[in-house]
Each structure stands twice: as structure tokens, then as C-alpha cells.
């Protein structure tokens, strides 16, 4: 199992990677792009706009987005 970390401090509990690539990119944002090779492209910023306050969700110093074991599937029906 991999350890996360918040501003250097160790993320306590168990965690999972959650995939973020159901968000669109932002319309009028310079730095999402929805048309790239790869397919559509949001920008950190967004994500974090859209994704920070919601419950169980946090953004490690990887710049990854995890989520509370367990916590995917009402995740899921809440959010996408
Ligand atoms: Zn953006």
C-alpha cells in the first residue's frame, strides 16, 4: 500500500487513487485544454476548484487526488 502526504505530514488511514478524468475542462480557462492527444485536459487549478471542500477527497503533495477507502461509490453517485 502506498503512504500519501499533505504538506510533508504522512496522510493517516487508508487511501485510494481517485480518478479525476470525469471532470471537463473549464470553458474560459487558459489552461484546460479539450482537445489535446491525450483527450480532455483540466488544469490542477480546476480540479482543485471543483474538487477541494468535498468530504473524504484530498490532494497530496504528488499532486495526486485520493479518496477514503470506502468511499468511492458514494463519491460516485454524489459527484459525477
Ligand atoms: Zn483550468
Known sequence: ??????EGKKIKGQ???LDTSFIKP????DMCDNETDLGPY????CLIDTLSGIPNVKYTD???WIIKRGKKR???KTYK
Open 74 to 76: 458514494q463519491f460516485n
Open 62 to 64: 504528488e499532486c495526486e
Open 42 to 45: 483540466t488544469c490542477s487549478i
Open 26 to 29: 473549464t470553458e474560459n480557462c
Open 15 to 17: 487511501w485510494e487513487y
Open 1 to 6: 500500500m502506498s503512504n500519501f502526504y499533505d
